[in-house]
């Protein structure tokens, strides 16, 4: 079993950063592919973004944050990271990590994922 911890979120101001940390337990977690999903109150949630892990750590983000947003992975803590600059209130809403084997054209498919955290909040405001 895979125990995944979200952390870090805070509330920001539009144009400021945040960098939330998915900690991870399990001795295969390094196999996993990671994807970050967020939930804005009142709406479905949706991908942000994702890393591989078997066979290289790839990185994919969704069109939406992409250039704001970078995935970085530190296998040797079991933790990924998602550094999130040039927030807009539109970025505000619970975070979650999951891990899971999804194939490569399900990376954005939440039901791929088996184990996911609790989830962290980020509020976007002035």
């Known amino acids: 079993q895979v125990q995944l911890v979200e952390s870090g979120g805070e509330l920001v101001q539009p144009g400021g950063s945040v960098r939330l940390s998915c900690a991870a337990s399990?001795?295969?977690?390094?196999?996993?592919?990671v994807g970050w999903f967020q939930q804005a109150p009142g709406k479905e949630r949706v991908f942000v973004g994702a890393?591989?892990?078997?066979?290289?750590?790839?990185?994919h983000y969704a069109d939406s944050v992409k250039g704001r947003f970078t995935i970085s992975r530190d296998n040797a803590k079991n933790t990924v990271y998602l550094q999130m600059n040039r927030l807009n209130p539109e970025d505000t809403g619970l975070y979650y990590c999951?891990?899971?084997?999804?194939?490569?054209?399900?990376?954005?498919?939440?039901?791929?994922?088996?184990?996911w955290g609790q989830g962290t909040q980020v509020t976007v405001s002035s």
């Open positions: 999951a891990a899971g084997r999804p194939i490569l054209s399900a990376l954005r498919d939440e039901s791929m994922y088996t184990y």
């Open positions: 399990g001795r295969t977690f390094s196999q996993y592919t």
């Open positions: 890393v591989r892990g078997s066979g290289g750590n790839t990185y």
